[in-house]
């Protein structure tokens, strides 16, 4: 094996090393995409088993209390309709003086 062979033998190498290199670079940044899919999944299947769980649970109350299931945007108003607040177009956010009835937030409430 002459020089000239030797030196091309080598830079052969090196070209089919940078390659790889390349290729392993690559199949890395895709595992890391999986990787962080897996994990952005499980998270969500968590929230998943827990609203289901959550949902059972209301289901069950539902049944034994026999009352209409509040939405959680209706339940936030009505938590800030028994704090004193009015919840209705008219006085959004306004405080109610001495917990006075309000037509228009109980239409708001009971529909």
């Known amino acids: 094996m002459d020089k000239r062979e030797l030196y091309d033998g080598f830079k052969n190498m090196e070209a089919q ?3 790889m290199l390349t290729k392993f670079s690559e199949l890395r940044e895709g595992l890391a995409e999986v990787l962080e899919e897996n994990a952005e999944l499980k998270i969500e299947n968590q929230h998943l088993h827990e609203f289901i769980s959550e949902q059972k649970m209301d289901d069950k109350n539902d049944e034994d209390i026999k009352e209409p299931r509040l939405s959680k945007s209706r339940k936030n108003l009505e938590k800030l309709y028994n704090e004193g607040f009015h919840v209705c ?6 405080h109610r003086e001495d917990n006075e009835s309000c037509i228009f937030c109980n239409e708001i409430l009971n529909r």
């Open 17 to 19: 090393t940078q390659l």
């Open 89 to 94: 177009n008219q006085f959004y956010g306004t």
